[in-house]
């Protein structure tokens, strides 16, 4: 279907495949916020926060050569996280792939189940801003 989102949901799932449990992948969810590099200042605007997140989560993207590009940042380390794992898969792929490459990895993996129902809600906001996005450059398209 959409093989390159396919292979990205494989890698992170093997990013996570050392975790034994909860408390592990929160920690390896939290590593992966620490790693996230820091958006412009500039791309620091309202237009850019992602509502529905419990915390201040930007979601920056741009469309260059029929692919979508992501950058996100939060104030908290645990959204920061769950935008990095939403981020590795869908960075770079197509407006199509976005919309109809659904985030099977994240039931696979546990996260959803383990998340408060307010970080829940802000990771499915999270990919619900970047559908939006795709679906914005994939109208442009056209």
């Known amino acids: 279907m959409y093989p390159s989102c396919m292979q990205k ?14 408390e592990e992948r929160y920690e390896k969810i ?3 916020g620490k790693e996230n590099l820091p958006i412009n200042e500039t791309d620091k605007t309202e237009a850019n926060l ?5 915390s201040k989560m930007y979601l920056h993207s741009t469309f260059k050569n029929g692919q979508v590009f992501f950058e ?25 792939a976005i919309l109809k490459c659904p985030p099977d990895y994240l039931e696979d ?14 990771l499915y906001s ?5 559908k939006q996005d795709a679906l914005k450059y994939l109208m442009l398209k056209q």
């Open 50 to 54: 992602v509502s529905g997140c419990q």
């Open 109 to 122: 993996l546990g996260i959803s189940a383990s998340l408060s129902p307010g970080r829940a809600n802000g």
């Open 30 to 32: 939290i590593a992966l």
């Open 72 to 96: 996100g940042e939060s104030d908290a380390l645990i959204s920061s996280g769950l935008g990095a794992i939403l981020i590795k898969v869908y960075n770079g792929e197509t407006p199509e």
């Open 9 to 22: 949901q494989e890698e992170v799932k093997q990013l996570f495949a050392s975790c034994a449990n909860e």
């Open 126 to 130: 999270i990919h619900l801003r970047m």
